[in-house]
């Protein structure tokens, strides 16, 4: 079951990039769960390039997969990544009462990841597989309304490693 | 999710134990299978993942049964009604799709051959997720977690006929498994 780092990179990288916060986004709902209020623009379907460093013996390479962004219930936002040789679905959402994103992710790996941000740019937690678990962190930036970008980092050995550049863009 | 946590938790451990029942009666609901009998084409309508993968090989080729849409009672939860589509995903996995009018969630199941047992990673989107294994298919034991919550579950399935299965969902609670969830899906 265990899957090459490219792998890990493509999942975590795209899938983090349905969860760039608007920068004029509204956290002053009174209770509850709530997305940013200008997260519109997230919606639909982008086409997403995933740059991955040379690491741990494999060649530099480029990853390509379909970001399909969707609203959910409860105030929460699904992304779905798509490619021939992966599959993954996540959830965001906003918990009002603690002012923090959370994250949370399931793929055809097995893997389940969660992360949580203040901020809305800078995303961490944890990634499980095979009983296993790793630090993960995933910093977004809303370049524009048809352009998003995620640098996605583990923390192996105590240091922390850029696993993947991805940018989307919309059609 | 706060006070509503247990609510939201409960919920989602109802539509959670609907997938995991869905895949954990593997044992319980495999039947010969002739490639007529599973032809992958009917995506769901409206999943980003309509477009399904290669079919089930392997140990995972006793699944393909499952395949389609199942309709799904939660036994402990008023007996909301939710829509259950299984696919097949890339890595000779399969994908779940759980759809109700207040949560959506989605999992994937697949077999370790190195370790020989089957896995089930789950999300949703009330901020839950969980992953479990089995060793025989039929009884899932893992931990789920929410923002706030974490307990230990068990899921066992039950075959109830070609087309329906219950399964039983428990909480470890101090020695004991004690009931949370019951559910009954049938095949559309």
Known sequence: MRRPLTFISICLAVVALGTVKSASADDSMMSGTAMPKNHAFLLGSWSCTVNLPAMMGAKASTGRSTLTISASPNMTVHSHVSSPEYVSDSYQGYDMKTKTHWLITADTTGEVASETSKDGVTFMGMSWMNGTSTPVRDVETKISDTKIRDVTSLKMGGKWTMLADATCTKP | ?188
């Open chain 2, 1 to 188: 999710m706060d006070d509503a946590g247990g609510r939201d938790l409960h919920e989602a451990l109802m539509l959670r134990s609907l997938m995991v029942a869905a895949l954990a009666c593997v044992v319980a609901c495999a039947q010969p299978v002739h490639a007529a009998d599973v032809a992958p084409a009917a995506g769901a309508a409206g999943a980003p993942g309509a477009a399904m993968a290669p079919n089930l090989t392997g140990a995972m080729a006793r699944w393909r049964p499952l395949i389609g849409t199942w309709t799904c009672a939660a036994g402990t939860s008023g007996g909301f009604p939710v829509t259950l589509t299984i696919l097949t995903a890339p890595g000779n996995t399969l994908q779940t799709w759980v759809r109700s009018p207040s949560v959506s969630a989605a999992g994937y199941f697949g077999y370790d051959d190195a370790t020989k047992a089957w896995w089930s990673a789950y999300t949703d989107s009330l901020g839950a997720r969980f992953f479990e294994t089995s060793r025989d298919g039929e009884t899932f034991t893992g931990t789920m977690e929410s923002q706030q919550h974490s307990m230990t579950i068990r899921a066992t399935t039950t075959r109830l006929s070609a087309t329906k299965f219950h399964t039983l969902t428990e909480e470890r609670s101090g020695a004991q498994w004690v009931k949370i969830a019951d559910n009954t899906c049938t095949k559309s």
